[in-house]
Antibody, heavy 122, light 107 residues
Framework: QITLKESGPTLVKPTQTLTLTCTFS??????????VGWIRQPPGKALEWLAL???????RYSPSLKSRLNIATDTSKNQVVLTVSNLDPVDTATYYC??????????????WGQGTLVTVSS | DIQMTQSPSTVSASVGDRVTITCRAS??????LVWYQQKAGKAPNFLIH???RLQSGVPSRFSGSGSGTDFTLTISSLQPEDFATYYC?????????FGQGTKLEIK
């Protein structure tokens, strides 16, 4: 059974860097075909895809945020870390990590964490 | 970037109704279209992938169709637990963009 859980600060100040950790179980990012992504959702708004990391350490980022994002894995701990730099109040959102199914004809985020609300405010 | 446009933004319906939600891509995405259901305060739930393939455990009243640029999600007979917000997402090319969502409300 695949599970994911996000952790990190709930309140950060503008201009600071946010570090979020996704701890997962039920699969290994060392295995071919595995990948984990981050998605965020501002209050009352739509989902926004941020980043994805594959089993071979290939990384993909949202072009609009690429300069501020970094995604990395700690495979020994079954964790994926997302950093978002130079925060602004518009970055206030619930941040989700999710397992990305990537096999055969299947592509999509099939398992999601519960999400963590991050507020950017001074 | 590929833009995903859903319509309508809100739909009001009653239990037992048939409802169709549309998702249009700004360019062709073959069948790389995913539908999610999101209930208030919860993470999205993976409903349909490949435009028409139901994820295991999803009730058969849900169905998806389309290819290229135009896609639909249909719920054949609404149940109380179906009132939620539905999102489409393209998984054809990066960035994997989402639609703006369609809120399904009780009439």
């Amino acid at each position: 059974q695949i599970t994911l859980k996000e952790s990190g600060p709930t309140l950060v100040k503008p201009t600071q860097t946010l570090t979020l950790t996704c701890t997962f179980s039920g699969f290994s990012l060392n295995n071919n075909g595995m990948s984990v992504g981050w998605i965020r959702q501002p209050p009352g708004k739509a989902l926004e895809w941020l980043a994805l990391i594959y089993w071979d350490d290939e990384k993909r980022y949202s072009p609009s945020l690429k300069s501020r994002l970094n995604i990395a894995t700690d495979t020994s701990k079954n964790q994926v870390v997302l950093t978002v730099s130079n925060l602004d109040p518009v970055d206030t959102a619930t941040y989700y990590c999710a397992h990305f199914a990537y096999h055969g004809s299947v592509r999509g985020f099939d398992y999601w964490g519960q999400g963590t609300l991050v507020t950017v405010s001074s | 970037d590929i833009q995903m446009t859903q319509s309508p933004s809100t739909v009001s319906a009653s239990v037992g109704d048939r409802v169709t939600i549309t998702c249009r891509a700004s360019q062709g995405i073959s069948s790389w279209l995913v539908w999610y259901q999101q209930k208030a305060g919860k993470a999205p739930n993976f409903l349909i992938h490949g435009a028409s393939r139901l994820q295991s455990g999803v009730p058969s009243r849900f169905s998806g169709s389309g290819s290229g640029t135009d896609f639909t999600l249909t719920i054949s007979s609404l149940q109380p637990e179906d009132f939620a917000t539905y999102y489409c997402q393209q998984a054809f090319s990066f960035p994997y963009t989402f639609g703006q969502g369609t809120k399904l409300e009780i009439k």
